[in-house]
Every structure is written in C-alpha cells, then in structure tokens.
C-alpha cells in the first residue's frame, strides 16, 4: 500500500507477501462463482458448450463469477439468462464445492437448483445450450459441475 517493495514471508503460520515497512498483507482468497442446475424432467440437464478457456469446446453448467455488487443468487441468474437466454428462478441451495483451475488456484463454487423458462440460446460465453438426460452426459468441463449434478440428480455417466 506504500509502495515499498514486497517480501514472503510467514505471516499467520502462511507463506504470504507482505510489505516490510507498513506491514500490509497480500491476502490470496478463492474466487467466488454461482452455478445452475436446470432440471427437466423430460428433457435432463441444461448444459452449455464453453466458448472460453478454461473448458473450451467442453460443456458444462451456466455459472460464472459473481460480481462485487451481487449476491450469489443473482449472479447465478445472471450467468443462466447471459448463457442461455433462460429467465430462472431459485428454488434450493445444492452446496457449495471447491476447485482448482488452470487459470485460478481455489474456486469457490456455489451451487443451486433452478427452474427456467424462456427461448433457449446460447449467449455470451457459450457456442451451444442444449439439455441431456443424466445417463448421457456430454463431457463435462469441471469436475465440480459433474459433482452438482450428481448431487442434484443421483450417479450420472462416465
């Protein structure tokens, strides 16, 4: 914060950086990130194939980062309608899951079952929206995306 040059060292039991002179810390925190799962009876679970790395060309839930100025319910709708074009509506809390990526050392991931109406395309950060029964996943980009979905809708394929 003073502009001093930073050095590691253990602070509170952690390597971390920290400025000797004024004493600030530079705290390394996990990203937040929402997820929906959109079930549908008939028609299984709403995946969208990744335009972005990471998991490009994989598919994967609507989910993104949460902003500063929401909540983690709100980004989590934000992401379904920027994705798919999906007006949703929260109906659980699924959990909360963790995960490292290449681009991000721990991601916080929370999760929730969502009902959604509304003219499905893909938007923003997606190439493809389509729904698939549990038992014939394309492949998932992110293990925590296969974990929510198992979680909301029992053992799914390999």
């Not at 998991?55 to 992401?79: H, M, N, V, Y």
């Amino acid at each position: 914060m003073c502009g001093a040059i930073m050095r590691t060292g253990s602070i509170d039991e952690r390597e971390r950086l920290y400025c000797p002179l004024c004493g600030w810390v530079a705290y390394e925190n996990p990203l937040p990130c929402s997820a929906a799962v959109v079930r549908d009876e008939k028609d299984g679970i709403l995946l969208v194939k990744r335009g972005v790395d990471p998991g490009k060309g994989k598919w994967g839930l609507p989910s993104g980062f949460i902003e500063i100025d929401e909540t983690p319910r709100q980004a989590c709708l934000r992401e379904l309608e920027e994705e798919t074009g999906l007006k949703g509506k929260i109906l659980r809390l699924l959990g909360v899951y963790a995960q490292d990526s290449e681009r991000y050392k721990n991601v916080i991931i929370i999760g929730y079952t969502v009902t959604a109406e509304g003219r499905l395309f893909p938007g923003s950060d997606s190439v493809d929206a389509a729904f698939f029964q549990p038992d014939k996943l394309p492949e998932v980009a992110f293990s925590t995306h296969r974990e929510m979905i198992e979680d909301a809708v029992g053992a799914v394929s390999p």
